[in-house]
């Protein structure tokens, strides 16, 4: 995980992404598995593909190490990739989120004097990374490849970005499909689990509290009774 | 006149061979004539000699090889669409400077009016494709037999390892395309459809090409228009026939990718710069 940037070890999403991408979101998620994938093919890793922010193939390319093919790595259902048709191409995506109970209620805890609650749940969220190529040989080479990866490294990730469980990765079937030429897809998927935590607070016991100290301040104005809680 | 070759039959055995036959036309020369007989994936070569110096022969039983090894694929007619090439040179008794040849792919032949009403439609398709819509097209043909790729050919699982292999451009045979064949076609309208996959938005741009009836082409053969250097794959092909002897050829094609490995074949090295 060299170059990837987590600050914040305690959650499962990368660094430097749009505020609005809340932890464990579909796109936090999506964005944590390409940066993962993508680590595998930096330059230096002694494949005969390299991931690299320009895709433009170059001249010298000969799928070798030495000479290495570039590789498209992106989310999945991507709408705004300039780059169309590429490969071979990487692209991954994520299914259905669940929420599983592990109590009743999902309660963990409360506080009885303000009527704090606490509750934690298990999300668990398919992904699927879908390995594309104009040929056969070539995609499942790039998938058994990605899926050994995820396999070898589940621990590391899951670990370093507070999941709570990463599933062994299944390797699918290589099968063609059409575009504008013949094209071999290979599906790699897994299951990840992260922890959802949250808490409510009962409104009414809280402004009683305020009412109660309020009238014991002998205040007479309620703003400057708040300014001095504030100030205090 | 001056000497030609007439190929009179040109028959196939499936699914083990060929069998042609030729004729002289104005042969005004006496003495001996010797022939050879070539066989290629392409009308423009590279040739497999089948048979040098047959003297006074006129006919020839091309019996395919069936040695097929893990490092070389042999030809075969285990295919509805695989076109086979055959040229035939001969010599006649002044010499080699006399030579004259004949290059056809495996179909049937026309005979009388019906050859000749043949005649008058590819004349006319050929003068409009000349004068008014015509455009230069490379026919790139894939190979089907061959060497196998010694850079990412698999022998044991027969698999391409490499989509983008600069030896075999993805086709697993070394160097993967026959000799491209300039020609004249005319092509449609090209409506460009997007739509959001997996892969993101993938782009299609499928449309029809017409030309003549050679080369004879096959699907996954590539057409290259020197005009803009836009490159297609072949998808199906229509044939229009007359009497079961092809006149046009109407091609299904869709356009590559840019990024696709097609686009590093060079089809024009005479050009400045040429296109690759």
């Not at chain 1, 590789?71 to 990739?81: A, D, K, R, S």
């Not at chain 1, 592990?102 to 409360?110: E, L, S």
């Not at chain 2, 590279?46 to 006074?56: C, I, T, Y």
């Amino acid at each position: 995980m060299g170059n990837i940037n987590n600050q914040n070890q305690q959650l499962p999403r990368i660094a430097g992404q749009q505020a609005d991408i809340a932890v464990g979101s579909p796109l936090a998620l999506v964005a944590l598995f390409a940066e993962i994938v993508r680590e595998r093919f930096r330059p230096g890793n002694g494949l005969a593909w390299v991931w690299d922010e320009n895709s433009t193939p170059q001249k010298t390319e000969e799928n070798t190490e030495d000479q290495p093919r570039r590789i498209v790595i992106e989310p999945g259902f991507n709408e705004n990739l300039e780059v169309r048709n590429f490969r071979p191409a990487i692209y991954i995506d994520k299914g259905e989120t669940a929420a599983g109970k592990v109590a009743i209620g999902n309660f963990v805890g409360q506080k009885l004097s303000t009527g704090f609650r606490a509750f934690y749940a298990l999300g668990t969220a398919p992904m699927d990374i879908e390995v594309v190529s104009d040929s056969k040989g070539e995609s499942a080479i790039l998938g058994d490849l990605v899926w050994f990866y995820i396999l070898a490294g589940r621990e590391q990730i899951r670990a370093s970005f507070d999941l709570h469980e990463l599933t062994p990765p299944i390797l699918g079937k290589t099968v063609p499909f059409e575009g504008d030429k013949g094209q071999w897809s290979t599906h790699i998927s897994f299951e990840v689990q992260f922890n959802l935590r949250w808490s409510t607070m009962p409104v009414g016991p809280l402004l009683e509290d305020i009412m109660v100290r309020y009238r014991d301040s002998e205040e007479t104005n309620p703003d400057v009774f708040l300014l001095k809680q504030y100030i205090k | 006149m001056a000497l030609s070759i007439q190929i009179t039959r040109l028959l196939p055995l499936f699914p083990r061979g060929v069998f042609l036959q030729w004729d002289l036309i104005d042969s005004t020369e006496v003495g001996s004539y010797s022939f050879e007989v070539y066989r290629s994936g392409s009308p423009e070569g590279p040739w497999e000699p089948l048979q040098l110096g047959g003297v006074d022969i006129y006919n020839y039983s091309d019996v395919l090889p069936t040695t097929s090894t893990q490092a070389a694929e042999a030809i075969n007619q285990l295919s509805l669409t695989r076109g086979i090439f055959y040229r035939i040179t001969a010599t006649p008794p002044s010499g080699c400077d006399n030579r004259v040849e004949v290059v056809s792919v495996v179909e049937p032949r026309l005979d009388g009016p019906q050859r000749l009403l043949k005649r008058k439609i590819l004349r006319d398709e050929s003068l409009t494709f000349k004068k008014l819509n015509g455009v230069e097209i490379a026919v790139v043909k894939r190979m089907h037999w061959g060497p196998r790729c010694t850079k990412c050919w698999d022998k044991v699982s027969k698999a391409v390892t490499r989509a983008n292999c600069a030896t075999c451009f993805g086709t697993g045979f070394s160097p993967g395309y026959f000799a491209p064949v300039l020609t004249l076609g005319r092509r449609g309208t090209l409506p460009a459809a997007k739509q959001i996959a997996p892969q993101g938005v993938a782009e299609y741009r499928p449309t029809q090409v017409t030309i003549l009836d050679a080369p004879k082409v096959e699907p996954d053969d590539v057409l290259v228009f020197l005009k803009d250097n836009k490159r297609f794959v072949v998808k199906a092909v229509i044939q229009t026939e007359l009497k079961t002897v092809g006149v046009h050829q109407k091609l299904e094609v869709s356009e590559l990718a840019r990024s696709s490995v097609e686009y590093r074949l060079v089809v024009d090295p005479a050009r400045i710069p040429p296109l690759f």
